[in-house]
């Protein structure tokens, strides 16, 4: 599935976004943020409840351009959170080109995860190399970004492994 693309600023209300049970303060007065994000293959909880990432990206070097990343994570870590009343999450693209993606609900799903948000990525399509930046806002106005960098490669010569 495709991303629309839009206009290169954010839109209120475009993304995956959802309404989740926690408060935009904490009970010392801070509001709710968003502390990181990072784009990575897959999570996974342990028995003591500690979130575990596999495969951080800091950069994609590709075989070819467009292509479909599938199967991918971004994951945030909110800051000052209480669990007791609603905040609105909201996620995005911003392209090396300017251009800002939402991706529909059957190209992402969104999951609030103890202090974490989790937004799995079914299908993203990369068109051109360059810095993608990944964006996870609050209602409230806070967000954190992950920028990617994509690039194109030989892959018999770079020996370079893409998922």
């Given amino acids: 599935m495709d991303f629309p693309v839009a206009a290169p600023r ?21 509001a709710t943020s968003v502390a990181w994000v990072v ?11 500690r979130l575990s990432l596999f495969g951080i990206a800091s950069h994609l070097p590709v075989p070819s351009l467009p292509l479909l990343l599938m199967e991918h994570r ?13 905040i609105d999450v909201s996620f995005g693209i ?9 991706p529909g609900d059957d190209a992402a799903t969104l999951e609030v995860s103890g202090e974490f948000i989790i937004i799995t990525l079914r299908s993203l399509p990369l068109r051109e190399e360059g810095i993608h930046r990944l964006e996870v806002g609050l209602g409230n106005g806070s967000a954190a970004s992950a920028e990617i960098l994509v690039w194109l490669c030989d892959p018999l010569n770079d020996r370079v492994h893409v998922h």
């Fill in 39 to 49: 784009l990575c293959e897959s999570v996974a909880r342990d028995e003591t409840g």
């Fill in 94 to 102: 911003v392209t090396p080109g300017g251009h800002w993606i939402a």
């Fill in 10 to 30: 954010r839109q209120e209300g475009a993304g995956v976004s959802g309404m989740r049970e926690m408060s935009e303060r904490h009970s010392s007065g801070h």
């Fill in 74 to 86: 971004v994951v945030a870590r909110l800051a000052h959170l209480d669990a007791r009343q609603a």
